[in-house]
Every structure is written in C-alpha cells, then in structure tokens.
C-alpha cells in the first residue's frame, strides 16, 4: 500500500475510523502506556486551557454534557452544594457532610436541619442530622416530626 492510498482511504473513511478508534479506545483504556499519563501529568495547565477553550467552542454541547451528569449525579450535587453553602454561612459542617457521604454508600440519606431553615433555623452543626431520604420528605419544615432513625 502506498501513502497515497493510504491518505485517498483515510479521507474516503474518516468518520468510520475515528468511530472504531474512539470505541477501541474506550473498551481498552487498560492499555494505555504510562507515557500518556505522564504526558497528562506534565501538561495539567496545556489540558486545562483546551478543555476551557473547547467549552466555550462548544457550549451548546457541554451544557447538555452537564445536564446530563447532573441528572444521573444529583446525590453528588446535593452534597457538594450543602458543603458549600456551610462553608459560606461559617459553621463547620464538613464533618456531619463527610459522615453522610460515608453512609449513602449503604443508605439512602441526607443531612437535615433539624430546625428548618425556613422556620429560622441555622446552619450550624448542632442543627443538623443525618437521617433517611425519605423521612426527609416527610419532614418537609414541619419542627413537630421525629425521624425514627438518626444516624451518628
């Protein structure tokens, strides 16, 4: 085979090739050489600007990317985002957000304020309990339920 047969069979069948590629790539990424993870490793910054390069190129893209992990992460979402606000409101609640990461590896829980905050509770830890997801929506900002299970 020549080179120029090569290039006229390339162009003829470009998308199927990067097809069978990407799909090789992804069934097999066990195989990539530690030259590539090297790679990656010395140009963390050269990544981090195409990657904010290709979101803004392709916003219309990433913004469905995220909606999409979003709807399939929304338990991670909950949890970043109540780690977040408590830094922000100056309780150190990190610990109670920790512990109930921990257990939603087994349970379905959720951190909960005992006294709501609507009702003029505070984010603070002494306020908070981890209890089942569910209770949670039974709770609703309702100061008068009682959980039947609180976890330490």
Not at 26 to 32: E, H, L, P, T
């Amino acid at each position: 085979m020549t080179k120029e047969y090569n290039k006229a069979y390339y162009a003829a069948n470009r998308e199927k090739m990067l097809e069978a590629s990407r799909l090789w790539h992804k069934q097999n990424k066990r195989y990539r050489p530690e030259s590539y993870f090297a790679w990656r490793e010395a140009n963390k910054e050269r990544i981090r600007e195409y990657q904010k390069q290709w979101k803004i190129d392709n916003r219309d893209r990433f913004l469905s990317r995220l909606r999409d992990w979003q709807k399939r992460n929304h338990h991670k979402l909950i949890c970043s985002n109540a780690a977040r606000k408590a830094k922000t409101r100056g309780g150190d609640c990190s610990s109670i957000y920790r512990r109930c990461r921990e257990l939603r590896k087994y349970f379905d829980v959720v951190v909960d304020h005992i006294m709501p905050l609507s009702k003029g509770g505070s984010h603070i830890p002494s306020n908070l309990q981890i209890i089942y997801a569910f209770e949670n929506a039974i709770k609703s900002a309702r100061t008068d339920y009682r959980p039947k299970v609180i976890f330490a």
